[in-house]
């Protein structure tokens, strides 16, 4: 990969044995003090359009690496070599985010290195470098003197171009016979001969440096609390959230609106279209009734994590800002910063640029930094495109101190027993659901109904207090539960299918599990007498229990549910319920 020559006679024994070493390397080394405290190498980095490609080095050691090996140890890296369809041989900075961006390589390098170290380059073409400019740097000193020579030099040529001949992060169209100056972050100095150029891809470019740095300084590996988590998101149908507009804002996980409620304890933000552009919310927002399962949001969940957001505007400012922001600390600075960068826009409204649970107008280039509360997660979101129903963007997540919370227990249960054996016993309190007659028995004291469907009564509801319904499906079964030791007393309100009043839906949503749910049955229920056992009626294909709300009062317990049809399929269905205590 590279040749160390520290001492002319080193170098000399090597290219007689190596003589395929390129004869401009050797005419280099000619002239060269054994005794100078320079150091000389000659590199080739090669395959620039592969992920093996050995395109990375570090100047100071001569090092060269891959891809996975230098994001191991980005702050080793000085520079990229890439190749250009129309630029030709490129040499490219780590920092300089926006060139690198050109190229899926370097997309890479933005997305996924934490130190991103700077390199300025200076070139010099072939037709105009002094004679014996190079061999005449004979010590370390005249090295670190030549980059500013070269500079001059560079910016007198009559086709000068910061692109191309520098200063700058970067240089592109570099040929055989160029000389380069380089100045790193580590402070090493070094100027290079271009040996050879071989185009494409696959090609490569060999290198003979001399090198400065009795100065270098080591840049430190980035802290483990330092690291962010980079990843993208993608979010469709906005305009009627039915896509995974949910996000876990620690990874980009997506969920549905029907999805959310089992992940609402990593559900840090929802994305949607009210007719008003796209907007980013906190879940503890009113979110528009875009679609039926948004209702489930403010009734269901137990748990809304409150999210607050600023939008930065795209400007070549806030691209920078993007650029810059390299890990943790940054990212939470950021956010302390967005606030009084907002406020002094012309046109600053809190609902459109925040800080605010929700803000709204995205555009491409715009930042969205958040800041999960409950979950102590930092972010900045790019707009990197979007539509009246989708948005794409790229995120570094400050998840370090991300906090874990619990998932609420969840009040929903799914019966698809239709014989005694898979009948279910459920107790509400808890949540739990027996699924065998035994383990009923067993629990006898903490069973509140018994769910099964039966072959012509569709699903079923009854308490082990009516040992008759048991009976319907075999007298066994019945003559069994007449003899638990504790069977609890419960009075069931309700309609069969359809026969709901739709009032009863709509007041299922607006429950809240306090005194007000006892008040809201109370008068829901004026003139409607309990009874012991609800069924369907009609085939079980038929569409009943659609949009079914029921009461369940369990006397001996001292509780008062209400439950909701969440699924039905010809095999089984599934409840959603709201408990709370009554005296």
């Known amino acids: 990969m590279k040749t160390i020559v520290s001492k002319l006679y080193i170098g000399l024994i090597l290219l007689a044995v190596l003589g395929c070493q390129n004869k401009l390397f050797v005419e280099d080394l000619a002239e060269f003090d054994p005794n100078s405290d320079v150091s000389v190498y000659e590199v080739t980095l090669s395959n620039p359009g592969q992920t093996s490609g050995m395109i990375y080095i570090d100047i100071g050691s001569g090092e060269v690496y891959n891809y996975a090996e230098a994001t191991k140890q980005p ?123 071989t185009a494409g891809n696959t090609g490569s470019v060999s290198l003979a440096f001399k090198v400065y740095k009795k100065e270098e300084t080591a840049v430190e590996p980035i802290s483990p609390s330092e690291l962010y988590e980079p990843f993208e998101i993608a979010v469709d ?22 999805e959310g409620y089992y992940n609402q304890h990593v559900v840090d933000a929802v994305l949607y279209n009210n007719g008003e552009g796209v907007v980013i919310s906190s879940l503890n927002a009113n979110i528009p009734l875009l679609q039926e399962d948004v209702r489930e949001l403010a009734s269901d969940w137990e748990l809304k994590t409150k999210t607050k957001f600023i939008r930065l505007k795209a400007s070549s400012d806030t691209e920078s800002r993007w650029n810059t922001v390299q890990k943790n600390s940054q990212i939470k600075a950021l956010f302390a910063e967005g606030e009084g960068i907002v406020k002094a826009y012309d046109d600053y409204a809190s609902e459109v640029y925040g800080p605010a649970i929700s803000v709204k107008g995205m555009q491409i280039g715009d930042l969205i930094l958040y800041h999960s ?36 227990r969840l009040k929903e249960f799914t019966s698809s027993g239709s014989v005694v054996s898979a009948a279910a ?79 009863w839906w709509d007041l299922y949503y607006d429950l809240k599990e306090d005194q007000s749910m006892w008040n809201a049955f109370q008068t829901a229920t004026v003139g409607l007498e309990p009874v012991q056992r609800l069924k369907e009626m009609g085939s079980s294909t038929d569409p009943m229990f659609e949009k079914t709300v029921i009461f369940i009062h369990c006397m001996d317990r001292k509780m008062l549910v209400a439950l909701r049809v969440k699924e039905r399929t010809a095999t089984s269905i599934t409840y959603r319920y709201k408990v709370i205590d009554v005296n």
């Open 373 to 408: 509360e409950d979950r102590d997660i930092y972010g900045v979101i790019r707009v990197t495109d979007i539509g009246t129903a989708f948005l794409d963007g790229q995120v570094k997540a400050n998840v370090y101190s991300k906090k874990e919370l619990g998932l609420p």
């Open 75 to 197: 702050e080793k890296v000085d520079f990229a070599f890439l190749w250009g369809s129309s630029s030709a041989v490129n040499f490219v900075s780590p920092d300089n985010t926006v060139r690198l961006e050109e190229w899926g390589t370097g997309k890479n390098i933005n997305a996924n290195w934490f130190i991103k170290n700077r390199t300025t380059f200076v070139r010099l073409e072939k037709s105009v470098v002094p004679l014996d400019f190079y061999n005449n740097i004979r010590s370390s000193e005249a090295v670190k003197h030549a980059y500013a020579e070269l500079k001059t030099l560079a910016e007198s040529q009559s086709n000068y171009n910061v692109r191309s001949h520098g200063e700058d992060t970067q240089l592109r169209n570099i040929t055989e016979g160029d000389l380069i100056a380089f100045r790193t972050a580590k402070n090493v100095y070094a100027v290079a001969k271009v040996q050879i150029v």
């Open 425 to 503: 016993y459920v107790d509400f309190k808890t949540g739990t659901v027996w699924t065998t007659e035994e383990e009923g028995k067993a629990n006898a004291s903490s069973v509140d109904v018994v769910s099964v469907r039966g072959s012509s009564s569709g699903n079923n509801f009854f308490p082990t207090t009516n040992n008759s319904a048991a009976a319907a499906w075999a007298a066994s079964w019945g003559t069994r539960m007449a003899e638990w030791q504790h069977r609890n007393a419960v009075d069931i309100y309700g309609y069969i299918g359809d026969n709901t009043p739709s009032e």
């Open 237 to 258: 149908r906005l305009a009627e959230l039915r896509g995974a507009s949910l996000l876990d804002l620690s990874n980009g996980s997506g969920f549905t609106m029907s």
